[in-house]
């Protein structure tokens, strides 16, 4: 069965730092791309970041451009968004989810169940 489950959230003041975590089970995960998307409250899905292990490749959103990092461990098969100089507006519920591609078209395959982070001083 493939399986997403993410870990890290938490409460943080503005200006703080957290580390999220998603083990992947069910599937060798560095031979797909793997995203964070993010949902804030009332709000709908943002997309965060993305990576492409297969040509070492990550990607960000503008808003968490230069704060937010994607690593990856492989042995783990762990996919892990260390999130620094969090602000307010970063408070959402964060999903792993994993990226498959149809006719040359990506999408969300499988989400995780999402861990909350909630930056509030």
């Known amino acids: 069965e493939v399986q997403l489950v993410e870990s890290g959230g938490g409460m943080v003041q503005p200006g703080g730092s957290l580390r999220l975590s998603c083990v992947a089970s069910g599937f060798t995960f560095d031979d797909y791309a793997m995203s964070w998307v993010r949902q804030a409250p009332g709000k709908g899905l943002e997309w965060v970041s993305s990576v492409y292990s297969h040509i070492s490749k990550s990607y960000y959103a503008d808003s968490v451009k230069g704060r937010f990092t994607l690593s990856t461990e492989k042995v783990k098969n762990t996919v892990n968004l260390q999130m620094n100089s969090l602000k307010s507006g970063d408070t959402a519920v964060y999903y792993c989810?994993?990226?498959?591609?149809?006719?040359?078209?990506?999408?969300?395959?499988?989400w995780g169940q999402g861990t909350l982070v909630t930056v509030s001083s």
């Open positions: 989810a994993k990226i498959a591609v149809v006719g040359g078209l990506e999408y969300f395959e499988v």
